[in-house]
């Protein structure tokens, strides 16, 4: 089989060679690191709009959600200091940094330390420097350390938290947060820190398994998968692994989309739980009133129920202790156009608040 031609010619300076673009079967790369235009869009200009074309994701990035109805929320206007809880690629940060000017700053949160680097170092690229854009490596739970470490102990004008996980983790086979592919059966957000599912499945006792599989996901057959899987405990080490043994578990159900729903339902309940996702939720919803300066905005996108239940009760709470001063009436969802260009956007639910003028005290959402 003849090798596939290089990239570009060799420089006429005897510079660096050109490399060998990445090998693959058949005529279209199929795996994540096969994707190499994907993955390198600023040299294959055009990549990123044929493919969100077909309605897919481009590899190593994440298409925003809901971005101009966030804006209209949000209104961030030039001078103001806002929080982006949840940096992921940048997508909304670079909408809303294009509103700041002159004066405003913008404050970036982001567990994960590797996309966070990536994301600064492309958001500078595009003019939004350290005078603009501070960026921290922490989850929103520390919301309100950070705000003290910057002095803005007052609060913030506005405030954005998009719930939702990156394409760049999903897409990702070693991160472990896809059974499109296999991988190490991992899911942490910030790999420095817990415990990898893996670890967690090993580890679990079975009513603990069935309880963050119905809590976590509303899994209707929990008793039965959390039997299963425990029965398996020792032979489950990665993505593919655990997809095959959920399969198993639910062997002879009729409907085969079912079936593949629980494997989505299962990598989300792991997910949830490696993460502890909804204590980090609790914890930045505890804090809001006080992060925010009267007339402040927030916004946060859900995902899934579990999320949508705590934020909606959480700004019920606050309309009805004075704390916000207005919320919104139901959830925002993307219109059917949003869906067809970008079909994760599916599930998203966004709900928004506007801070008060009543006081606030640590134990009134709690």
Do not use: C
Not at 87 to 101: F, K, M, N, Q, V
């Amino acid at each position: 089989m003849p090798l596939p031609a290089p990239d570009g010619p060799t420089p006429p300076d005897g510079g660096e060679k050109h490399r060998r673009r990445p090998r693959y079967p058949g005529t279209h790369p199929r795996s994540f690191g096969e994707k190499y235009k994907e993955l390198a869009p600023e040299r294959y200009p055009g990549i990123e709009a044929h493919v969100r074309a077909r309605g897919a994701t481009p590899a190593g990035q994440h298409v925003p959600i809901l971005v101009e109805e966030i804006l209209t929320v949000l209104d961030p206007r030039p001078g103001e200091r806002g929080v982006d809880a949840t940096l992921g690629y940048g997508g909304h940060a670079r909408r809303i940094l294009e509103r700041l000017a002159p004066g405003g700053r913008l404050l970036a949160l982001d567990a994960d330390g590797t996309e966070l680097e990536k994301t600064r170092t492309r958001l500078g690229a595009l003019g939004f420097g350290d005078e603009v854009l501070t960026a921290r490596r922490t989850n929103f739970a520390a919301l309100g350390e950070v705000l003290a470490e910057l002095g803005w102990a007052d609060g913030v004008d506005f405030l954005l938290a998009d719930l939702g996980v990156s394409s760049m983790q999903i897409d990702d086979p070693a991160r472990g947060f896809t059974f499109k592919h296999d991988g190490p059966l991992d899911m942490r957000m910030n790999v420095r820190r817990g415990i990898s599912a893996a670890e967690f499945l090993a580890r679990a006792s079975e009513a603990d398994l069935e309880r963050t599989l119905r809590e976590n996901s509303d899994e209707p057959r929990a008793a039965r998968l959390s039997n299963l899987l425990l029965r398996r405990r020792g032979t489950i080490a990665s993505t593919l692994d655990l997809a095959r043994a959920v399969r198993e578990a639910l062997e002879g159900l009729q409907d085969e989309d079912e079936v593949e729903r629980a494997v989505r339902r299962v990598f989300q309940a792991l997910r949830i739980a490696v993460n502890d996702e909804f204590g980090v939720l609790d914890r930045l919803l505890a804090q809001l009133p006080a992060a925010l300066r009267p007339g402040g905005r927030v916004a946060i996108l859900t995902f899934h129920s579990g999320e949508d239940r705590r934020v909606k009760h959480a700004f019920g709470r606050g309309l009805a202790a004075g704390w916000f001063s207005a919320t919104s009436d139901g959830v925002v969802r993307p219109s059917p156009a949003e869906q067809r260009e970008n079909p994760r956007s599916g599930p998203a639910k966004l709900r928004w608040a506007v801070r008060g003028t009543v006081s606030w005290n640590v134990e009134g959402l709690s």
